[in-house]
């Protein structure tokens, strides 16, 4: 995470203020026209002194847990001047000072606009960005694969699709909000009433209601080490597909850690979510902690996204370097929240599988459902199976 | 013009110790006008901030419990059918006035209702805005952003004064950006060790200093513990007042009532399970 630096010129408080705003915005935080001038109607009321001033930004331009944990960070960075400033503007062009810095920030966060700055290639000696861009060159020493070899938009728009009609199937019959209907188990009162009075207060007709049904939402755990390599591409490509089709779901990458991606695979530039999620899942294609990865989902994500309204879709193999028991427990624990857990398994297709691998062995009693899956026609073919949960 | 600092003055006042990040939100969130939205743990004590708000306003608390199925008939008005139906047998042989038949006395206010109908503007507690569902949420937000509630048969029913409104969620559902735009936000943390001293001291005074001080480094180092459900605020005090109940004066002086405290502190199975006599020992040691 790259501070912001200051042009050398200032261009008053206003343009401060909003400039913070466009330093926060481009660290992910969601903030509007609005906001600014909100912080700018905060500040007017507030003492001048740095700690004041950084409450009060603080309250107006946090959202979530995790903006409020990383804003003091950014705001030194900004107001503090936690990066260096650059002494001198050039006189010629007026964005000079600014513009280098700013690129800079946004490949650090993958949030680069337009051309993609990580190399083509297989993950090997590609030749590099043509118009020296450095921080491709990190970014490629850092990991071993680059998704956008793995998943094509191609693929994406497919998954899309299957995503769709899985959602779909995904129903939950439990809601409690009534909703008027022609046939309805309770009596609608009010309805009723109203109809009563053109026949002289004799409820004639009775107006009732119904509990409709209502979507679940879906988190859907990944497994990206290197025994699943050959089955991330319909995988990930069906997660990019949910998160596209269906805005409550959540999606996770995890090999010996978990990754929440969800918010890189909705970003609107499907190259730009790749190119994200590659940077956040560095370590694909390695070892595989299936048990701590997902008690770590179960202590924190879970305990935000997941309720009873939830389906929990594991695509994994199951293959654990860690005891049984880790993955047993925290597949139990999971469970606890209510919410129904799928796993789907690439391997379970192969005659005479069974769940030998001792983890899966242990998750299996929580399940709600344990299928086979390896390519995105495999999904699809689920649908009534889902349907049926 | 007012500072944050008076509103901590104030809340302190009514034994409440806020951070100075949460005073500045309530004071933003004063003077704004805009709804705060409280996040954080079970048992950080964020329904006790509207409480101990409205105390040092001296005005009116109005709670609206969310739960799941949450309809607008709970929340903001719902009509006396008995009533109406009573009143138009009343009348007979069909000369029910409708108009009279749907308006005020007929109207039960429910609390999003009578929020913005008080004289003196109350402090208006949404808690558990999570656990209600997204169509609540919408709703919530058009009367948050206008302050005014429409009924078919009466009309627009506009704020007489605007309500300071607080939101409480602990991330049983993920909250809407719209709604969290529209709200200032401060996220309520366990406290640190000085805090939770304070809130002790101004809620129990009759707990001794030193074992004040033992309790709360038990407390904070058992939420350093694996558990399932991390004690709050609200169950360290339980556990103050049991001790102090139990005429405990040092708290690794006797491990059966110790063990037996627990029961404030730890509320499952297997919460009480991991935390053995020896590891409570262990703790009540290092908090000594």
């Given at each position: 995470?790259k501070?912001?630096?200051f042009?050398?010129?200032?261009d ?5 203020v909003?400039?913070f ?5 481009l660290?992910?935080?969601r ?6 001038d909100?912080a700018l ?7 001048p ?5 950084r409450a009060?930004l ?6 979530s847990?995790?903006d409020w944990a990383?804003f ?8 503090r001047n936690g990066g260096?400033?650059?002494a001198?503007?050039?006189p010629q062009?007026p964005?000079?000072?600014a513009s280098?810095?700013?690129r800079g ?5 993958g ?9 083509d290639?297989?993950?090997g000696e590609?030749?590099s960005?043509?118009?020296?861009r450095l921080i491709?060159?990190t970014i490629?020493?850092?990991m ?5 070899d793995?998943?094509s938009?191609?693929?994406?728009a497919a ?5 769709h ?11 409690r909000r ?7 188990a309770k009596?609608?009162?009010r309805r009723t009433?109203?109809a ?5 207060g004799e409820p004639?007709r009775l107006?009732r ?12 755990l990944v ?8 089955y991330?591409?319909?995988f990930?490509a069906f997660?990019?597909?949910l ?6 779901s959540?999606a996770?990458?995890f090999?010996?850690r978990?990754v929440?991606i ?8 499907l190259?730009?979510a790749?190119n994200r999620i ?6 694909f294609?390695g070892g595989s902690r299936i048990?701590a990865?997902?008690s770590?989902f179960?202590a ?7 309720n009873?309204?939830t389906v929990?879709?594991i695509?994994?193999d199951g293959?654990?370097?860690?005891p ?12 606890r929240?209510?919410?129904?857990i799928?796993?789907?398994n690439?391997?379970k297709g192969?005659?005479?599988?069974a769940?030998?691998?001792a983890?899966?062995?242990?998750a299996?009693p929580h399940?709600?459902?344990?299928a ?11 649908e009534p199976?889902?349907?049926?949960l | 013009?007012?500072q944050?600092t008076?509103i ?17 939100a309530?004071h933003l969130?004063?003077?704004l006008?805009?709804p705060?939205?409280?996040?954080g743990?079970a ?14 306003k001296g005005c ?6 969310c739960y799941e ?9 719902e009509?006396?059918y008995?009533?109406?139906l009573l ?8 000369h029910?006035d409708?108009?009279?038949l749907?308006?005020?006395?007929y109207l039960?206010?429910?609390?999003l209702?009578?929020?913005i109908r008080?004289?003196v ?7 558990e ?12 937000l058009e009367?948050?952003s206008d ?11 506009t ?11 602990n ?9 969290r735009?529209r709200c200032l936000?401060a996220?309520?943390d ?5 805090t939770e ?5 101004a809620r ?8 004040g001080g033992q309790i ?5 180092s058992?939420?350093h ?7 709050g ?8 007042a ?10 690794s002086?006797d491990?059966v ?7 404030t ?10 935390i ?6 262990r703790l009540a040691?290092?908090?000594?």
């Amino acid at each position: 995470m790259k501070p912001t630096r200051f042009a050398a010129r200032d261009d008053g408080p206003v343009a401060r203020v909003a400039g913070f705003m466009a330093h926060l915005r481009l660290h992910g935080f969601r903030l509007g026209v609005g906001e600014a001038d909100l912080a700018l109607r905060a500040l007017a009321v507030t003492r001048p002194e740095v700690e004041s001033v950084r409450a009060a930004l603080k309250t107006v331009s946090c959202g979530s847990a995790e903006d409020w944990a990383r804003f003091d960070g950014l705001f030194d960075a900004y107001w503090r001047n936690g990066g260096r400033v650059r002494a001198k503007a050039v006189p010629q062009a007026p964005h000079a000072a600014a513009s280098p810095a700013a690129r800079g920030a946004e490949g650090a966060s993958g949030g680069g606009r337009g051309r993609p700055d990580t190399p083509d290639g297989d993950g090997g000696e590609a030749e590099s960005g043509s118009d020296g861009r450095l921080i491709a060159s990190t970014i490629r020493s850092l990991m071993k694969k680059d998704l956008r070899d793995v998943v094509s938009a191609e693929d994406i728009a497919a998954a899309e699709r299957v995503a769709h009609k899985l959602g779909a199937a995904l129903r939950d019959r439990r809601s409690r909000r009534a909703k008027a209907a022609r046939r309805g188990a309770k009596i609608d009162l009010r309805r009723t009433l109203r109809a009563s009075l053109s026949t002289g207060g004799e409820p004639l007709r009775l107006a009732r209601k119904r509990r409709p049904d209502r979507p679940v939402r879906i988190a859907a755990l990944v497994d990206v080490s290197g025994s699943m390599t050959l089955y991330a591409r319909p995988f990930l490509a069906f997660l990019a597909g949910l998160m596209r089709a269906d805005g409550q779901s959540g999606a996770y990458l995890f090999h010996t850690r978990l990754v929440r991606i969800t918010e890189a695979l909705r970003d609107d530039d499907l190259f730009r979510a790749l190119n994200r999620i590659t940077l956040l899942a560095d370590g694909f294609g390695g070892g595989s902690r299936i048990g701590a990865a997902l008690s770590q989902f179960a202590a924190t994500y879970a305990r935000r996204f997941v309720n009873g309204r939830t389906v929990v879709l594991i695509l994994s193999d199951g293959y654990d370097t860690e005891p049984a028991e880790a993955l047993g427990a925290s597949i139990a624990r999971l469970a606890r929240r209510g919410c129904r857990i799928i796993w789907l398994n690439p391997l379970k297709g192969w005659r005479d599988y069974a769940p030998v691998a001792a983890g899966m062995a242990a998750a299996l009693p929580h399940l709600s459902l344990f299928a086979s899956a390896a390519t995105l026609d495999d999904l699809a073919a689920l649908e009534p199976e889902f349907a049926r949960l | 013009m007012t500072q944050w600092t008076d509103i901590q003055a104030d809340l302190a006042s009514q034994g409440y110790v806020a951070p100075p990040d949460l005073a500045m939100a309530l004071h933003l969130s004063l003077v704004l006008g805009r709804p705060l939205l409280l996040e954080g743990a079970a048992g950080v004590g964020k329904t006790e901030v509207a409480r101990a708000l409205a105390m040092a306003k001296g005005c009116d608390l109005i709670r609206l419990q969310c739960y799941e199925g949450l309809d607008a008939a709970q929340a903001i008005y719902e009509w006396n059918y008995q009533r109406q139906l009573l009143a138009i047998r009343a009348a007979g042989d069909g000369h029910t006035d409708e108009a009279q038949l749907f308006s005020e006395p007929y109207l039960l206010e429910r609390p999003l209702l009578r929020a913005i109908r008080q004289p003196v503007a109350p402090v208006l507690l949404i808690d558990e805005i999570d656990r209600a569902d997204e169509e609540f949420e919408a709703y919530l937000l058009e009367i948050l952003s206008d302050f005014q509630i429409t009924i078919p048969e009466m009309g627009t029913i506009t704020a007489v004064t605007r309500p300071m409104v607080i939101l409480t969620a602990n991330g049983t559902r993920d909250l809407s950006d719209a709604l969290r735009r529209r709200c200032l936000y401060a996220h309520v943390d366990y406290p640190d060790r000085a805090t939770e001293l304070a809130i002790l001291q101004a809620r129990c005074p009759g707990v001794s200093a030193a074992l004040g001080g033992q309790i709360v480094a038990f407390v904070q180092s058992l939420r350093h513990e694996d558990l399932e459900k991390k004690p709050g605020v609200a169950e360290m005090l339980d556990f103050a007042a049991a001790l102090a109940g139990l005429g405990i004066a040092d708290l690794s002086s006797d491990p059966v009532v110790l063990q037996a405290a627990l029961a404030t502190l730890l509320k499952t199975q297997s919460d009480r399970a991991s935390i053995t006599t020896e590891v409570a020992q262990r703790l009540a040691g290092k908090a000594a």
